[in-house]
């Protein structure tokens, strides 16, 4: 599977590196890395800190387009090049990221640091845990992945995102993962909204 050479790449590429830099596998891979089935449409790699987006992006030199995109950062067909390995992108929420784009092994790969998340419930206290919010640093969950051990965001927080997405599909993938295998009771009535928590009463 093209996003195993992806992951695979990028591990290859770190730990040859020494870098220290906090990062950890979101979206769709780190569902899929946890036993969830489900089609994955592309790596994302959250790092903790805005400039640690520049380094990987330094250590992601060899997948650099060879010039500049000539596309707007906001196109999804935007790619990290020499010239502009990543860019800053606020939406009118105040929303605010920092990205860079890549293609390895023929799958997207991104790199994504969040200054601004403009209000997006992230609380471990009955709003909800968001998985691009400050939680999920000290709650990762690490998997072993090709000889490597992977920071992954834990399905349990993964539930509330799909949740708050309405995305069905993922949800219920997310759910039989998380039944046959096993979960973090205390981990999901903190991820859950209370709102997701009477969705899913009787199902857990």
């Not at 770190?14 to 569902?31: A, N």
Request: hydrophobic letters at 40%; glycine letters at 6%; aromatic letters at 10%.
């Amino acid at each position: 599977m093209t996003w195993k050479l992806a992951l695979k790449s990028f591990c290859d590429l770190y730990s040859e590196s020494g870098l220290t830099v906090p990062w950890i596998v979101v979206g769709s891979v780190g569902s899929v890395i946890q036993k969830a089935a489900m089609t994955p449409n592309d790596l994302d790699i959250y790092v903790q800190n805005v400039e640690d987006v520049a380094r990987l992006a330094a250590l992601l030199q060899p997948y650099h387009a060879k010039v500049k995109c000539g596309l707007a950062c906001s196109d999804p067909e935007w790619q990290s090049s020499m010239e502009e390995p990543f860019f800053t992108q606020t939406f009118p929420s105040g929303f605010t990221w920092t990205k860079g784009k890549w293609t390895i092994a023929n799958f997207p790969v991104e790199v994504v640091q969040i200054s601004n998340a403009a209000g997006i419930p992230d609380s471990d206290m009955g709003e909800g845990i968001w998985e691009g919010g400050q939680h999920i640093w000290r709650l990762a969950k690490h998997v072993e992945f090709e000889n490597y051990v992977v920071p992954v965001v834990p399905l349990e927080i993964q539930l509330e995102l799909n949740i708050r997405r309405q995305r069905a599909d993922r949800v219920d993938a997310i759910l039989h993962a998380l039944v046959t295998n096993g979960y973090d009771e205390e981990l999901l009535r903190k991820a859950l909204s209370r709102t997701s928590l009477e969705k899913l009463q009787g199902l857990l």
